[in-house]
């Protein structure tokens, strides 16, 4: 509801001033709040200030809006001219809501109306100065509060600060850590590697090709291998200095023109033949000292790390040439001692014999394989091959004994058979946990039929006269020395004229991928192909074309023994005769 309203003249500060006090007493009636009504009598009060300046009278017109239920009231003061329409914009407007309703205006205050009023307006600047004073104080309670929270926000910033310096630094020292670690396991694979290539040979040659392939060029720009005995008396001659100085202390050492700090290596000047790149030169000793490694740097300098792995594989294929070397030795007195016990073969009357003994080429299976072809005091020929297990000079030793007491029991007579079970029991009783392979075949001349006893060897081959192979798959009886009682078995077998037997060892047919089977039937196979002339005329030669298709030229993890026996007609002196007598004279011609 709008309350109709007043209007006051206002041509002079008491005019102002009464209108001022009238309106301050009805909103402090209406229980305006001391800053809003300060505000709004503050407005006022610099308005009507205004009009006065400007000069002539104003009008100062009042209207109250009363609140409907629940609402607040509304106090509504506009300052105009006096006289002009109220068509025309107010020159001020000023409007204050008001929580209670408003009395109606009053004519205006009497003097102690007028005084209290002044007074009151008094009361409201000390309500709003304590009310600024309360504001101020909050304001510096603030103020230390945001000074507080600011020095810790600066702190938290420098201890954030702190922590990500030592976070970047933590995280540096992790990586640090893992690129050592991922150079030190990359070192050791290497290493394992290559100490895997160098001691998979017993071939010193193939050993020192195999250091260069390893080592350049990540490791090395050149590598070069120095061993004494290539060299008798080393003089140092063409050597690099360090190389020498190497030689001689039996310590490493690095040449170049700035210290290495390489670890357990001595540093010495550039070397004269290696002026712009350093040189690492290790000694390589095993139960002695080998020789010297020399390798050139492939880069300005050595890294400290691959540099200790290069000693180590250094010291390494020092053992690796020093087995080789050893080896060697032992290979060169096995088979030396081998073939001082191969016996050339005999002469018999209708048999021809041609025997090959082939040492391994690979690793050190050298002398458990032989032969043997001797004539009995009956007049007989015994035919033998055998393989003892084992290698080396242990076997060429057993070989050796196994070989003499073979001779030693045929000499009584006894048959194949009979002579295979006393080297049996010799062997159980002298020599346990020592076993051999054998075969023995008797040639009596004149006779088609033959003997023959196998202590577990392979089967014979047995090529007949026509050109058709067989072989021969009777029980070859147990390995001799395998501690079992055991008595040999004699068989008999017919040999027309012009039959050929094959006894072999297995490192004639055996391969570790195929087994022995396909190796006996290629050797049925290519004694076969052989001519019967080619047999009678040169069984030597016969015995190399059967070899060569059955060996490839590969190399031989075994011994390879093989020996031949042709069957030929036995000629009674008649026989020399009838062909002395059908031979023609010296220079006469043949009839045509």
């Known amino acids: 509801m709008t309350v109709a309203p007043d209007t006051w003249k206002i041509s002079s500060a008491a005019d102002a001033a009464l209108a001022r006090t009238t309106v301050a007493l009805l909103t402090a009636d209406a229980d305006v709040p001391v800053l809003e009504r300060a505000r709004f009598l503050t407005a006022l009060t610099a308005g009507m200030?205004?009009?006065?300046?400007?000069?002539?009278?104003?009008?100062?017109?009042?209207?109250?809006?009363?609140?409907?239920?629940?609402?607040?009231?509304?106090?509504?003061?506009?300052?105009?001219?006096?006289?002009?329409?109220?068509?025309?914009?107010?020159?001020?407007?000023?409007?204050?809501?008001?929580?209670?309703?408003?009395?109606?205006?009053t004519a205006g205050p009497d003097h102690t109306e007028l005084a209290d009023g002044v007074l009151a307006a008094d009361e409201d600047t000390a309500a709003v100065l304590d009310r600024l004073d309360e504001t101020e104080e909050l304001l510096r309670v603030h103020r230390d509060e945001l000074h507080q929270t600011n020095q810790g926000v600066l702190a938290l910033h420098a201890e954030l600060d702190a922590a990500a310096l030592a976070e970047r630094e933590l995280l540096d020292a992790e990586r640090a850590a893992r690129a050592q670690a991922e150079n030190a396991r990359s070192l050791l694979t290497f290493l394992a590697d290559a100490s895997a290539a160098v001691t998979a040979s017993l071939d010193g040659e193939t050993i020192l090709r195999r250091l260069p392939e390893l080592l350049v060029p990540e490791y090395a720009d050149h590598v070069d291998v120095w061993l004494f005995d290539d060299e008798p008396t080393p003089g140092g001659g063409g050597r690099p200095a360090a190389t020498v100085t190497a030689a001689r202390t039996g310590r490493p050492q690095h040449a170049a023109a700035h210290p290495g700090d390489l670890p357990g290596v001595e540093d010495l000047p550039a070397s004269v033949l290696s002026p712009e790149r350093p040189l690492l030169c290790i000694p390589l000793t095993a139960h002695r000292m080998l020789g010297v490694l020399t390798l050139t740097a492939p880069g300005p300098r050595f890294d400290p790390d691959a540099s200790v792995m290069l000693i180590e594989l250094a010291r390494r294929t020092a053992i690796a040439l020093d087995n080789a070397r050893r080896y060697e030795q032992h290979r060169d007195t096995a088979e030396a001692l081998q073939r001082a016990q191969l016996t050339d073969l005999p002469t018999a009357p209708g048999l021809l014999l041609a025997a090959r003994y082939l040492p391994a080429t690979r690793g050190l299976n050298i002398g458990g394989d032989w032969y043997d072809a001797f004539a009995q005091p009956d007049g007989s020929l015994l035919a033998v091959i055998g393989d003892v297990t084992g290698h080396g000079l242990r076997a060429a030793v057993m070989m050796g004994q196994l070989r003499t007491a073979l001779r030693a029991y045929a000499v009584e007579g006894d048959s194949p058979g009979r002579i295979l079970t006393r080297l049996h029991h010799m062997l159980c009783h002298q020599q346990p946990e020592l076993y051999a392979t054998a075969v023995i075949v008797r040639f009596r001349p004149g006779d088609p039929e033959v003997v023959w006893a196998a202590a577990g060897h392979p089967p014979l081959v047995v090529r007949a006269p026509d050109g058709t192979v067989r072989v021969v798959d009777a029980k070859p009886g147990i390995m001799l020395g395998v501690p079992v009682p055991y008595e040999y078995d004699d068989h008999a077998l017919f040999l027309p004229s012009g039959s050929t037997v094959a006894l072999y060892t297995d490192g004639l047919v055996e391969r570790r991928a195929d087994g022995i089977d396909p190796g006996i039937d290629r050797l049925a196979q290519t004694l076969a192909s052989l001519g019967t002339e080619e047999l009678q005329q040169d069984l030597d030669a016969s015995a190399e074309s059967l070899l060569k298709p059955m060996l490839h030229g590969s190399e031989r993890d075994d011994d390879v023994c093989l020996l031949l026996c042709h069957t030929t007609p036995v000629l009674t002196p008649a026989d020399v005769l009838h062909s002395s007598s059908t031979e023609p004279a010296a220079g006469s011609v043949p009839p045509s």
């Open 49 to 105: 200030r205004r009009c006065l300046g400007q000069g002539g009278a104003w009008e100062l017109t009042l209207a109250l809006e009363q609140p409907a239920a629940d609402t607040d009231g509304q106090l509504n003061v506009t300052l105009r001219p006096l006289g002009h329409s109220q068509r025309r914009p107010p020159a001020d407007e000023f409007t204050l809501t008001c929580p209670r309703p408003l009395p109606p205006p």
